[in-house]
């Protein structure tokens, strides 16, 4: 069980009756979350350590309101699978603007070096994952992780509150950071590509 999500999910539904009794849309709970995440992604090309730390925590409370804007949209009655595909691409081009921006850095502080070109191939199949992922398309998705596997994600995935990369962030190991979630990348499409072959062959 993933006790992180639950208990935020919980916590976060108490924001509904605000939400409904001021006629905000789940539209722009949504809008909100990726403006403000491109916010944050800025903070983290143009601000140096701690000052770019306010931003990712206030990040991860907007974060708390994807676990409401679903049950908004039913209550409304406006659900849109457009919206929903937005909602879903979007984590992927939030996480791709993240790394982007600590790989600028890295650049600026850097040069080019291996790390450097490995760093670049992961961010560069984040776009590559989305457009397979979103052809893909479920919206249940995000939930196919069961047993163990489930709170791992919750804790990894970058669209999720309060995950690996804040916490490498908030002790500054930056370059750690852009680095793991790199791999992580590369290791997701190669798993993907594997995927395709094996269904094409089956």
């Not at 500054?172 to 590369?186: D, G, K, M, R, T």
Request: charged residues 15%; contains cysteine.
């Amino acid at each position: 069980m993933d006790f992180k999500k639950e208990f935020l999910r919980k916590h976060a539904k108490k924001l509904l009756p605000f939400f409904v009794r001021n006629n905000i849309s789940p539209e722009f709970l949504v809008l909100f979350r990726i403006i403000f995440g491109f916010i944050t992604a800025l903070s983290l090309f143009f601000l140096e350590y701690p000052f770019y730390i306010i931003f990712l925590v206030l990040y991860q409370f907007v974060l708390i309101l994807d676990y409401v804007d679903g049950d908004l949209a039913r209550i409304q009655k406006k659900f849109s699978l457009t919206w929903a595909k937005i909602d879903f691409v979007f984590h992927y081009i939030l996480s791709f603007s993240f790394l982007l921006a600590l790989l600028i850095k890295y650049f600026s502080n850097y040069g080019t070096n291996t790390i450097f070109f490995i760093c670049l191939v992961g961010i560069s199949l984040i776009m590559i994952i989305m457009l397979i992922s979103t052809y893909n398309y479920k919206i249940v998705s995000g939930r196919g992780y069961q047993g163990f596997l489930k709170p791992i994600y919750s804790f990894i995935a970058m669209e999720n509150t309060f995950n690996l990369f804040f916490f490498l962030m908030i002790f500054n190991l930056w370059e750690l950071a852009l680095f793991c979630y790199s791999l992580l990348y590369i290791l997701i499409f190669l798993v993907k590509v594997y995927k395709f072959i094996i269904s094409s062959t089956s």
